[in-house]
Antibody, heavy 116, light 113 residues
């Protein structure tokens, strides 16, 4: 069965960086891209960007462009999302989601707390 | 960016009654070549990731009960729960996947009356 397993919760200070991993299993990793979606506490869903697993091309939302880097490691079927220059309003649950017409497969989410 | 606007923001419905949530897109989310609407509906319960209910505006995802249905009329899209069950209490989101940035509605909180 398709599974996306993310790394654990992080607590960071403002200005720091965070790197979240998302290990995929149960399907051919290079057949589907990976989206990243975040959700601030009590708030809605915000798409951050997408990476193709064929060649690593990316598309980022303007809100995080310049601070976000999405990468993949096809040898371990793992996608990564790094967010730099963290601010308190980056506090959110971050999800990786397999590409598809409709987001069927989600990771369990990684809580990132940004606080001094 | 395409703006997705849901209504209402919250909704209380009696068990066994119909619940209806509407989503409006700020621009077309379909190609004339295939006439498909690139719209999905999700259900999210506390502490869980969203669950895909409907894609292509009206196609139920695998395993989704048939009391959930999606429809469209012009720029408006509707999610209907025909007979509300207790386990349907959740926040519901629409999303367009027509063009990046893929955008979500603000969410509709569904409760039992």
């Amino acid at each position: 069965q398709v599974q996306l397993v993310q790394s654990g919760a992080e607590v960071k200070k403002p200005g720091a960086s965070v790197n979240i991993s998302c290990k995929a299993s149960g399907y051919t990793f290079t057949s589907y891209g990976v989206n990243w979606v975040r959700q601030a506490p009590g708030q809605g869903l915000e798409w951050m960007g997408w990476i193709t697993t064929r060649n690593g091309n990316t598309k980022y939302d303007q809100k995080v462009q310049g601070r976000v880097t999405m990468t993949i490691d096809t040898s371990t079927s793992t996608a990564y999302m790094e967010l730099t220059s963290l601010k308190p309003d980056d506090t959110a649950v971050y999800y990786c989601v397999r590409e598809g017409f409709g987001f069927m497969f989600w990771g369990q989410g990684t809580l990132v707390t940004v606080s001094s | 960016d395409i703006v997705m606007t849901q209504s209402p923001d919250s909704l209380a419905v009696s068990l066994g009654e119909r619940a209806t949530i509407t989503c409006k897109s700020s621009q077309s989310i379909s190609y004339t070549s295939n006439n498909k609407n690139y719209l999905a509906w999700y259900q999210q319960k506390p502490g869980q990731p969203p669950k895909l209910l409907i894609s292509w505006a009206s196609t139920r995802a695998s395993g989704v009960p048939d009391r959930f249905s999606g429809s469209e009329s012009g720029p408006d899209f509707t999610l209907t729960i025909s007979s509300l069950q207790a386990e349907d209490v959740a926040v519901y989101y629409c999303q367009q996947y027509f063009i990046t940035p893929y955008t979500f509605g603000q969410g509709t909180k569904l409760e039992i009356k």
